[in-house]
């Protein structure tokens, strides 16, 4: 039993839970390390149909663990790699993976932590939900968040949360494209739990063939994601008589 993760399954619907809620689930290595496992594993279990990622207390994520910064020095080249490498690895497991996953968002998304969010394929935020990437503040830059960060909101948007660091409500979160829906405070679990069960009675490999299709076209010309559609039309003639 991790202390630092908890996992539960409600039917097919698996629910990861970030418990360092006195760290406001701030990512340290070992946080880190056990939630690209568990997506992992959650992805490889035929049983798995939606993971719903959420986080214990008053924050769905703090971000980078402040208190490791002092063993990440340009001294400590092999740590400060490993860190990197772990940490691009976490938010590209969600958008590699072909089970979906659902981001819900109560309290603080700040720096990593707003990345992990939007890394999810849907993301429900409470209304008391706050995001912001806050890394330049502290002298560092949002590296690794950047790229999906630029591809969900805009280059302008975009540019104006990572040079000022400023904070940004479930509403405007919404606007902006952090979030895909706003609830009311505290609900945000008990509606990704709501939206998880509707997933998962379709059937799973036209989600998942669906997703892949999507992530897929979202970084190639129209035209060229046009003919990845053609071809994966010809495919899911088989999902239904495979799923029956």
Known sequence: MSEVLTTRDDGSVRVL??????????LNFELTRELVAALETADDDKGVRVVVLAGAGRAF????????????????TDRVEERARLTARLHAVIPQ??????????GFAMGGGAGLALACDYVIADENAVFAYPEVRHGIVAAIVMASLVKHVGRKAAFGLIATGRRVDAAEALTLGLA???????TAMSRAIELAREISAVAPNAVSASKK?????ADIPLLEGIALGQKENARMRSYRVQSA
């Not at 299709?213 to 076209?217: E, N, P, Q």
């Open 213 to 217: 299709l999507l992530y897929a076209v």
């Open 61 to 76: 994520c703090a971000g980078a663990d402040t208190s490791e910064f002092k063993t990440l020095t340009p001294d400590n």
């Open 180 to 186: 895909s829906e706003c609830v009311s405070a505290g």
């Open 17 to 26: 839970t970030m418990s360092r809620a006195e760290k406001l689930n701030a």
């Open 97 to 106: 993976m072909s089970t979906p996953v659902i981001g819900a968002v109560g």
